[in-house]
Nanobody
Framework: QVQLVESGGGLVQAGGSLRLSCTSS????????MGWFRQAPGKERDFVAT????????NYAGSVKGRFTISRDNTKNTVNLQMNSLKPEDTAVYYC?????????????????WGQGTQVTVSS
């Protein structure tokens, strides 16, 4: 069974940057799409970004496009989320997830395993 471990969350001022990482163990990481989602208190889990198996295709939520960048290193079984120009509304628990298919997806129900999440707090 795959395990996903996120890291890199924390407290940052508005306009600052954070880099989240997610390391996968278990099944062959390089075959599968990965995604980042986030959940703010009292809200549903929302799509943030996704990347296909090779890293050649990415997709972003409109609210983060141009500010966030998803990338992956298949040699290290890692997917990253570089977050720039952070806003208070980006505050949430961020989760990475693996989809047992090569293509990207934006719906949480299409992902098979999830990490425990990492807290990102952006102060104004």
């Amino acid at each position: 069974q795959v395990q996903l471990v996120e890291s890199g969350g924390g407290l940052v001022q508005a306009g600052g940057s954070l880099r989240l990482s997610c390391t996968s163990s278990g099944r062959t990481f390089s075959m599968y799409a990965m995604g980042w989602f986030r959940q703010a208190p009292g809200k549903e889990r929302d799509f943030v970004a996704t990347i296909n198996w090779s890293g050649s295709i990415t997709n972003y939520a409109g609210s983060v496009k141009g500010r966030f960048t998803i990338s992956r290193d298949n040699t290290k079984n890692t997917v990253n989320l570089q977050m720039n120009s952070l806003k208070p509304e980006d505050t949430a628990v961020y989760y990475c997830a693996v989809r047992y298919a090569g293509r990207t997806a934006t719906e949480s129900r299409e992902y098979d395993y999830w990490g425990q999440g990492t807290q990102v707090t952006v102060s104004s």
